[in-house]
């Protein structure tokens, strides 16, 4: 087990908590080992049907440790670097491609690598407090996790050039109202709202969601008739579920349907 990043199954929902609150849980090499460990598990694991993120403390993340990095470590030749930065962003990739729903508790600041970490996250609930920013740029770095990726299908290549190239701190409404964040609710809130909207997902038709899932990266990547195939197939597939067949019994009867993730 990996202490600075904790992993909780509740009824379908995971919820992993990044656990460096005394450093704003900025990514060390052992967080990031263990954050790619718990996407795996999540994705993995058939008893975990949605995901919450979250960071220790009342922070979400605030990116890559700077103050370890102004440190200075043993040099390692740029080969290494580069193939061991690569190993970390993987927990970006797991966590958009799983065919499963993941919501990331933006508290305090998500900042480089923590919000492109964030934005790799189906929905994002943020507490009215948060400073949302790139930050890249004023350190020096040109961006990893795939921040550069998911801002610019989330809001087009001009807005992700402006807060890469400028790195503006972004309040939790300027967030909201560009579409990089799901809802706002009150500080106090977060916590509640944030789980209570993980635990809905993992309650739902997980069949049926991991398909809308990957029917939304597939329009992100592929030609409108391979969309359509893949539409097609899912959509059947869908009909075939215990979870159709109740909720259009549900329906008919006029009460909530009860889904079993099946």
């Not at 999540?42 to 990116?63: I, N, S």
């Not at 597939?237 to 993730?261: I, L, M, S, Y």
């Amino acid at each position: 087990m990996n202490d600075m990043v904790l992993q909780k199954l509740d009824r379908g929902l995971l919820t992993i908590t990044m656990n460096r609150p005394d450093r704003r849980n900025a990514l060390n090499p052992d967080m990031t080992r263990g954050l790619v460990d718990a996407a795996r598990r999540a994705a993995e694991d058939h008893d975990v049907r949605a995901v919450l993120l979250k960071g220790a403390g009342g922070t979400f993340c605030v990116g890559g440790d700077v103050k370890s990095m102004a440190e200075g470590r043993a040099p390692l030749p740029f080969e290494a670097k580069r193939v061991n930065l690569r190993r970390g962003m993987e927990v970006s990739r797991i966590l958009h491609q799983m065919p499963k729903p993941v919501v990331a508790q933006v508290d305090g600041a998500a900042a480089g690598a923590g919000l492109s970490i964030a934005l790799a996250c189906d929905l994002r609930v943020a507490s009215q407090s948060v400073k949302i920013t790139t930050a890249f740029a004023k350190v020096g770095l040109s961006g990893d996790y795939g921040g550069t990726y998911f801002l610019t299908q989330m809001l087009g290549s001009a807005k992700a050039r402006e807060l890469y190239l400028m790195s503006p701190v972004l309040t939790a409404q300027e967030a909201l109202s560009l579409g990089m964040v799901s809802k706002v609710v009150p500080d106090a809130e977060i916590d509640n709202a944030a789980h209570e909207l993980a635990m809905s997902l993992a309650q739902g038709p997980s069949v049926t969601l991991g398909y809308v899932k990957t029917n939304i990266n597939n329009a992100e990547t592929l030609s409108l008739e391979a969309c359509f195939d893949g539409e097609a197939i899912h959509h059947t597939r869908c009909g075939d579920t215990a979870d159709h067949k109740e909720a259009a019994k549900a329906f008919v009867e006029k009460r909530k349907p009860v889904f079993q993730g099946h």
